[in-house]
């Protein structure tokens, strides 16, 4: 409903009646307020000319020439007058607080500049609407309504050069997904629009050179999409996500976390099967130089952080022969997150003051150097974070074991850290394996002196306190 110039009866004067007020000259309706007594604000309202005040008990007069009428007073019995006198002239009303007896729903509204933000919850909870809209209020900031007027300002520019609504569609949210409201309130107004213009005339040319043509402007994000609860993926990592065109998933990316992918682009589970490993990862390779070679975006969003175990360097050489423009964006990587995540310090001052990480493939022999360090250091009193290692447990504990390492050094097994199915088991080296037995893969071993600072009475606070890594 259009209420920009038309006059819009309030009845009552208090707190209620004035948050009433500021959404409707919000919307810029001529308002008009019926009471015999107002807040102070409402009176400094209408001494400044913003509303017209009628300080008296409401009449049925009041509603001649109003759009609509809202009653917002303590009184049941003017609430209903209200009520009657309006279904009678055939003028709609909201009675406050009383849902059967409203002909509209009047919203929470926040506006910046061009942009209008609505809260309602259908008349169920006017209270709930206050605060959601206040809560909403801190975080549609002034720099929201200024981007909004910047994609209006070159809307003319994206028509004239994009024939189809699914090209212009795909402009927008590229130029939206480049972070606009964070920048846009960082420089002046013709910086901005420069901005935005490298953007559009990025779309152009991708859009001149796709699909065939190896001069195309695709491009690829490694994202590291953390170690498995989808809140931990980075704000950079998610905002990736949200652009891209194709998603090349791993096969422990949370499916909550692929829902923030955009409703018309391609998902592709790529998550490696035992037995196959190296011939799948050829696959994920040509995969994102075949699509970013389309002039389209790909994501590969990979586990933990991808600089760890993660093939990425085989990715990025790919790519690289390929002449495909990428970019890294680090994640939160399961090494220090799941065990932090079940209260387990791996360093600690005073106690640790270093770990090692080890990646515990069948491929790695312990009479390798990487184990003999391992030994070493566990000897000395740090710690060592095994990944990929569940199943190797009872080999590495007694190898571990054989070679000097005291049957009551501390150990743990983390299972599908940060996952809502969270397993843990605390114990030492001689007893881990069989306590451990059943738990499911993804799973980290941790050795050393910061598992058993794990199990003090301030770690087994975690079953009732949740722990942010």
């Not at 699909?211 to 195309?216: D, H, K, L, V, Y």
């Not at 495909?324 to 640790?352: D, M, Q, Y």
């Not at 941790?446 to 058993?452: E, N, Q, T």
Request: hydrophobic share 40%.
């Amino acid at each position: 409903m259009k209420v920009a110039g038309r006059r819009v009866v309030v009845v009552g004067g208090g707190a209620v009646a004035e948050g009433k007020v500021d959404s409707l000259l919000e919307a810029g309706a001529r308002v008009s307020v019926v009471s015999p007594q107002m807040t102070p604000r409402l009176e400094r309202m209408a001494q400044a000319g913003e509303i017209s005040v009628v300080k008296r008990p409401y009449d049925s007069a009041d509603l001649d020439g109003a759009l609509f009428v809202i009653a917002a007073t303590d009184a049941p019995e003017v609430q209903q007058r209200v009520w009657n006198d309006a279904h009678a002239r055939g003028i709609s009303v909201n009675t406050v607080d009383e849902p059967a007896q409203c002909d509209f729903i009047t919203p929470g509204v926040i506006r910046r500049g061009d942009l209008l933000v609505t809260v309602s919850t259908s008349g169920k909870s006017p209270a709930f609407t206050a605060w959601l809209k206040a809560r909403l209020a801190d975080i549609v900031t002034a720099d929201f309504g200024r981007a909004v007027s910047l994609l209006g300002s070159i809307r003319g520019e994206v028509r004239r050069r994009f024939r189809t609504m699914a090209e212009r569609k795909r402009v927008y949210e590229r130029i939206i997904a480049s972070g606009i409201v964070d920048w846009v309130g960082e420089c002046d107004e013709n910086e901005a629009l420069r901005r935005t213009r490298m953007i559009v005339n990025d779309q152009t040319l991708s859009r001149r050179f796709a699909p065939t043509s190896p001069g195309g402007r695709g491009q690829v994000f490694l994202v590291g999409a953390g170690p498995g609860d989808p809140d931990l993926i980075t704000v950079k990592g998610m905002r990736c996500l949200r652009q891209a065109d194709v998603v090349l998933h791993d096969r422990l990316v949370d499916p909550r976390l692929l829902e923030e992918a955009r409703t018309d682009a391609m998902i592709i589970d790529v998550g490696k099967r035992k037995g196959t490993e190296d011939a799948q990862q050829v696959r994920i390779q040509e995969l994102m130089v075949k699509h970013a070679k389309q002039g389209l975006i790909v994501c590969r969003l990979k586990g933990g952080d991808p600089f760890v175990f993660g093939r990425l360097s085989e990715e990025v050489r790919a790519l690289a022969e390929a002449g495909v423009h990428f970019e890294i964006v680090p994640g939160v990587s399961s090494v220090t997150a799941v065990p932090g995540n079940a209260g387990v310090f791996l360093t600690e001052r005073g106690v640790s003051h270093g770990f090692m990480v080890l990646a515990a493939p069948q491929s790695l022999p312990f009479d390798s150097q990487e184990w003999d360090a391992a030994r070493t250091l566990l000897m000395a009193g740090g710690s060592v974070v095994v990944m990929m290692g569940l199943a190797r447990t009872p080999r590495i504990t007694e190898w571990l074991l054989d070679n000097g390492c005291p049957s009551d050094l501390p150990a743990a097994v983390i299972s599908r850290g940060t996952w809502q199915d969270e397993e843990s088991r605390f114990g030492a080296i001689e007893t881990i394996a069989e306590e451990a037995s059943g738990l499911k893969s993804p799973a980290i071993l941790v050795l050393g002196i910061g598992a058993a600072r794990s199990a003090s009475p301030l770690s087994r606070e975690r079953e009732t306190q949740h722990v942010v890594p």
